[in-house]
């Protein structure tokens, strides 16, 4: 560590200290649960800098026995970071709906926490279809560092769509609407691995049931704070990127609970609320399932050179 960085990292820190952003700005209800500090700021075409902050004690997001940055606390960021641009850069109305297609997160293998919040700088490029205003596309490509320590980087792909649209993807022509806007049919069960096992801190934070080799049954605790923050008529990706995080976590023989350093996945399809989601290995990674049909499917690796 140089001499300055110390400097440099206490001067950030008091930086994000002073800002943030109402909750409603990333889509959020809860204000703890927004992990930006601050508005973008352009800091050439298309790209820009927006002020994050990690906790080393996020509820669910947390390090692991190693100090190891959990990749999802990335992928939240990431997905927050295009929310907020997607609003204040690129047009997009704060009524239209997100619906994310791709994400990609990669994490120094030695990237670690230092105690307390670890204010982080995310520089974004985004590239935006906008041609038509009813149904957008952007890719977003991002860094994250501290003072000018580079921690981990992503992709993430999503459309947005005004009501209508969104309508028709959501529920194509001949399927079934539920009109469900909560997980209410998922009672907790029995029989949910061992938080230890799958690299969390306390028993509600497993959404896996099931032996520890899987498939596993995707089942989180519905009143989740993070996982369920807010209403919505599907299963939220992030609850499937956290089965398949937990899913990888628990097959680590030689190291359960360890934190991954990759996570790539591509979403397919919606989850319904009611009804099973599985947790499948395979060959090449991971799938989430329901009803026979394949909902995402995932790469996740551990730690090695970055």
Do not use: N
């Not at 943030?20 to 820009?48: C, F, I, M, N, W």
């Not at 899987?214 to 989180?220: A, E, K, Q, T």
């Not at 591509?266 to 991971?286: M, N, S, T």
């Amino acid at each position: 560590m140089s001499r300055s960085r110390p400097a440099a990292l206490a001067t950030l820190r008091r930086r994000h200290r002073l800002s943030g952003l109402p909750s409603t700005a990333v889509h959020k209800r809860r204000a703890e649960a927004v992990l930006l500090r601050g508005r973008s700021r352009p800091l050439g075409p298309d790209q820009y800098l927006v002020p994050a902050s990690w906790p080393a004690d996020h509820p669910l997001y947390h390090p692991d026995r190693y100090g190891q940055i959990d990749p999802l606390l990335v992928a939240e960021t990431v997905r927050q970071t295009g929310i907020l641009i997607a609003h204040e850069r690129l047009g997009v109305p704060h009524d239209h709906m997100f619906v994310l297609g791709s994400l990609r997160v990669k994490v120094r293998h030695d990237a670690r926490t230092t105690g307390g919040r670890l204010p982080v700088e995310v520089v974004a490029e985004c590239r935006h279809d906008g041609r038509d205003p009813g149904r957008t596309r952007t890719v977003m490509t991002a860094r994250f560092q501290v003072a000018g320590q580079a921690l981990a980087q992503a992709r993430v792909a999503w459309h947005t769509m005004d009501a209508a649209r969104y309508q028709d993807v959501r529920w194509p022509a001949g399927s079934a609407v539920t009109g469900r806007d909560d997980p209410a049919p998922w009672a907790v069960p029995a029989g949910r691995l061992p938080a230890s096992r799958v690299g969390r801190r306390r028993p509600r934070d497993v959404v896996l049931a099931g032996t520890e080799s899987g498939p596993w049954l995707l089942h989180p605790d519905p009143a989740h704070p993070v996982l369920f923050d807010h209403p919505s008529d599907h299963v939220p990706g992030m609850v499937l990127l956290e089965g398949v995080r937990q899913a990888f976590a628990a097959s680590q023989d030689d190291d359960p609970g360890r934190a991954a350093t990759i996570v790539e996945a591509r979403f397919r399809r919606f989850a319904e609320l009611d009804a099973p989601v599985l947790i499948r290995r395979r060959q090449q990674g991971f799938t989430a399932e329901q009803g026979g049909r394949v909902l995402l499917e995932a790469t996740v690796d551990g730690p090695g050179p970055c």
